[in-house]
């Protein structure tokens, strides 16, 4: 029983406080009487006691830090406060133990240093339009820098840029004339395009017009030489049936008096006649003589 208890004592003392397990995505870091003896992954593990610590418990995830706005001057000499957030990740829990002292507050010291750096090769204009190219570089420097301290920088982003007050109002004047200049010059299109479509309409109207009296036109004229066609058209045709009648003189002469008094039946008030019509009351007694036969 004395053995059973001891046993109880030995294994609640001396081998459960011992037994550890490393969840996902963590990492425990193990010295041996001082020394750095192995790195733990997630599972179950099992330390010394009294000879064996846990140095660190680090996590593998992907840790993101925004950084407190820093102060920096711009190559024109503007001071501005710019923050950041770096995203990084850890990968090497010994080098993250034992590379740097307070790795967290190494990379915001690097962070801030390597801001200035680039924002002092900048002008304010080129600050505010060149984020990707800051959030690339910062990135790319900061990644290399960290290599020995077991960090992988995945990721830098300017999270602000705030510049003076001053320039602020100004930056705002300048925007305000910027839209306004914008402004007005859609309206000047607006109105170019405008004046244009109506000259456009009224030209094609004035085409359309003309098209329209040229066609009237033409088809009044086509109109009078038909009719004078069919005129022509049937005095031929009446000459060629006096002709296939073998009409006389007479006849010819007869006809020529009909037309004369269709004449003297308008509005003249004069009437020619013509010499061939002398022998007009000879023509009258053949037409009696005629009337009388029949």
């Known amino acids: 029983m004395e053995l059973f208890i001891l046993f109880i004592i030995v294994l609640v003392v001396f081998i459960l406080p011992n037994v550890k397990i490393v969840p996902q ?18 599972g179950l593990h099992l330390k010394l006691p009294f000879v064996d610590r846990i140095a660190n418990k680090v996590t593998l995830k992907e ?50 240093t390597t801001l200035r750096n680039l924002i002092g090769e900048l002008e304010l204009d080129q600050t505010l339009t060149s ?8 990135r790319s420097i900061l990644d290399e820098a960290t290599d020995p ?14 510049p003076p007050r001053d320039i602020q109002e100004a930056m705002e004047k ?5 839209r306004e200049r914008r402004e007005k010059i859609l309206q000047a299109e607006g109105e170019k395009k405008s004046s244009v479509l109506i000259a456009e309409g009224e030209k094609e109207s004035a085409i359309l017009r003309a098209e329209a009296k040229k066609e009237s036109q033409i088809r009044i004229a086509e109109g009078e030489a038909q009719a004078l066609l069919k005129i022509k ?16 003189e007479a006849v010819l002469k007869l006809k020529s008096f009909e037309t004369l ?20 009351a000879t023509f009258g007694t053949v037409v009696k003589e005629m009337t009388k036969k029949d």
Request: hydrophobic share 40%; no cysteine.
């Open 63 to 112: 840790i993101v830090k925004d950084f407190p706005p820093q102060p920096v001057i711009t190559k024109d000499n503007v001071t501005m406060q710019i923050d950041t957030v770096v995203y990084f990740q850890i990968t090497d829990a010994k080098l993250f133990t034992y590379g740097v002292e307070y790795p967290i507050t190494a990379i915001e010291t690097l962070t801030a």
């Open 261 to 280: 008094s269709n004449v003297a039946n308008g509005q003249a008030t004069k009437i020619i006649v013509p010499s061939d019509l002398q022998n007009l």
């Open 233 to 248: 058209q049937a005095e031929a045709d009446g000459i060629k049936l006096l002709k296939e009648a073998k009409a006389d």
């Open 25 to 42: 995505a963590h990492s425990y870091v193990i010295e041996r009487l001082g020394s750095y003896k192995e790195t733990w992954k997630n």
């Open 174 to 178: 300048q925007m305000r004339a910027e």
């Open 149 to 162: 301290w077991g960090i992988k920088v995945n990721r830098v982003e300017v999270k602000n840029i705030i």
């Open 131 to 138: 984020r990707d190219i800051i959030n690339s570089k910062m």
